[in-house]
């Protein structure tokens, strides 16, 4: 399994900031290296496979606040590179993952509950 590195969040961070707007800022670095590391540490101690981690990285990356702006879309977007990364694609409409990742930034939706939501979304390339 390929996992994202900081330099590639960084980047990803970027990239939307560039696409969407807004503010520029790392706000919580530990918070940033938790996140990344969330999936690898499932992957190892959990056995999680391609379609857990990837849910991993959304909702910890999104739930962690590390950026000053972009949170949401940085932890959509990074799961989507990890999926793609590794032979794998989130096949749901634009406006479901929306509602999903607006779910997962307001407390509404459990780890859990995306990871069940990617099992039933996420096809292999």
């Known amino acids: ?7 590639q969040l960084l980047a990803i961070h ?3 900031l560039q696409a969407h707007g807004g503010s520029e800022g790392l706000r919580d670095e530990n918070g940033l290296l938790s996140a990344l590391a969330s999936a690898e540490n499932r992957a190892y101690y959990e056995d999680a496979g391609i379609i857990v981690c990837g849910a991993t990285y959304a909702f910890h990356l999104i739930k962690a606040h590390a950026f000053i702006d ?38 509404q939706m459990s780890r859990e509950a995306l990871e069940m939501f990617y099992l039933e979304n996420v096809g292999f390339l």
């Open 70 to 107: 972009g949170n949401k879309r940085v932890g959509a977007i990074s799961a989507e590179v990890f999926l793609k990364m590794n032979g794998a694609n989130l096949v749901a409409s634009t406006d479901r993952l929306e509602a999903v990742y607006l779910k997962v930034g307001e407390s």
């Open 1 to 7: 399994m390929i996992f994202l590195t900081k330099e």
């Open 14 to 16: 970027q990239a939307t």
